[in-house]
């Protein structure tokens, strides 16, 4: 039976890591997964973290299961993340939020739930959208469509061809948006924009599933949030799927949420056994160590103090590398405008770059990044910068 099966592709972005490693090329390049990596290049474990983590191995009495939905406490910390502690969202019981592994994992289970709950509803992302949006949407068994969001031309955003494109769309379909730093283009709606499209996501009464996997590496936590909560509006309903790989650096820990807002606390009910049900039958129940982590960091003031400020300082070294790039690649690159590197938000920067001109640096110069032109800036330093400048302009 196995012989007859043709090998599947390999993944747009993780697969390209596996490729790097088998690269020789000297002073390669790794600009692929969103991974945050120092000025030395490495993907560092936080100081918070640290403590955290000398804090559980103390106090942990016991490696039983997790419930299905995982932590309580990690729970109502990720809603008050994401709303702001004293949102009518958080505290109003109308919200249900699952631990799952990691955002992808969240965005899964809110899929299947979907998928399930609503046979009839299509979901629909932004052009272009993170390639496993669609993957996961897909396995799930989701129609998909797309509405227009990136110009081209201006590497920025066409906001025209989002609202008009959003304000087309059925009543009842699923809209994913990503909250901040999207990914890949870097591009976001500004707050006037943002109200724009919550007033037409009332309006037409569609869903939003919201895709929180950056929140911190845009402007700050809560102007981060600014895009959400401008959706959760009185009476709203949404789904947020959040995730704690970069803001807290615990990609391999696979620690995010998926938050369900419903209209009062007895439908939250229902749709928290929809969500268990679903978990049930694919991981189980979710891992403990990430989720006590970060339970414990948003718990403790001081230790909350020292994430704030050690993720101020990625969001800041990616900012300066931003415009590191922009300069190395004006300088190296002239009549050639990338002005909007040091527009663009988060982790990526959207180069315009077209597939082959990426095979290039990839096959001369051990260059990696996603075949889309995306460059995850924070594996950018300023040791690579040079090589990185004179090799992108190598390929124009
Ligand atoms: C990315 O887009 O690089 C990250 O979200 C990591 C991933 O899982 O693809």
């Known amino acids: 039976m196995f012989q007859q099966l043709e090998a599947a592709p390999p993944d747009a972005i993780l697969g390209l890591n596996e490729a790097f490693a088998r690269d020789t090329t000297e002073a390669k390049i790794n600009l692929t997964t969103g991974v945050y990596k120092d000025a030395g290049g490495t993907t560092p474990v936080l100081e918070c973290v640290k403590e955290a983590e000398r804090r559980l191995v103390e106090t942990e009495a016991s490696k039983g299961y997790l419930g299905i ?4 406490e990690f729970s109502a910390a990720s809603r008050a993340l994401l709303f702001g502690p004293d949102h009518e969202v958080t505290g109003s019981g109308r919200a249900t939020t699952v631990q799952a592994p ?3 994992g969240a965005l899964r289970v809110a899929a299947e739930f979907l998928a399930t709950a609503f046979p ?26 797309e509405y227009g969001y990136y110009d081209e031309a201006t590497r920025g955003l066409d906001a025209q061809a989002m609202l008009d494109d959003l304000a087309q769309i059925p009543a009842g379909d699923i809209v994913c948006l990503h909250a901040c730093c999207h990914n890949p283009t870097g591009v976001d709606p500004s707050l006037e924009q943002w109200n724009q499209i919550a007033e037409i996501v009332a309006d037409r009464e569609l869903l939003p599933l919201v895709d929180f996997a950056y929140q911190g590496f845009g402007d700050g936590l809560e102007s981060d949030a600014a895009g959400l909560r401008a959706l959760a509006r009185p009476g709203c309903r949404m789904l947020v799927a959040s995730s704690f790989s970069k803001n807290f650096g615990l990609y391999r820990e696979r620690v995010g949420a998926l938050t369900v807002v419903t209209g009062d606390s007895d439908t939250a009910s229902v749709v928290l056994s929809r969500l268990k049900r679903t978990i049930r039958c694919n991981y189980s129940n979710p891992p403990a160590h990430g989720a006590g982590i970060v339970t414990t960091i948003l718990g403790d003031a001081e230790l909350r103090a020292g994430w704030e400020t050690e993720l101020a300082e990625m969001r800041s070294r990616i900012n300066d590398m931003r415009q590191a790039l922009a300069d190395g ?14 527009r663009q938000r988060g982790m990526f920067s959207f180069s ?9 640096l990839k096959d001369e110069f051990g260059i990696y990044m996603v075949r889309n032109g995306r460059i995850n800036v924070a594996g950018v330093t300023t040791d690579n910068v040079g090589k990185l400048c004179e090799s992108i302009a190598a390929v124009l």
């Open 120 to 145: 009839d509803s299509s979901i629909w992302c932004s052009r272009p959208t993170w390639p496993n949006h669609p993957n996961i949407f897909r396995s799930a068994g989701l129609p998909i469509s």
């Open 352 to 360: 315009g770059l077209s597939p082959e001109q990426v095979d290039r």
């Open 329 to 342: 690649l004006a300088a190296a690159a002239p009549g050639h405008d990338f002005s909007s590197v040091t």
């Open 102 to 104: 990691g955002g992808t």
């Open 69 to 72: 939905d995982g932590m309580q």
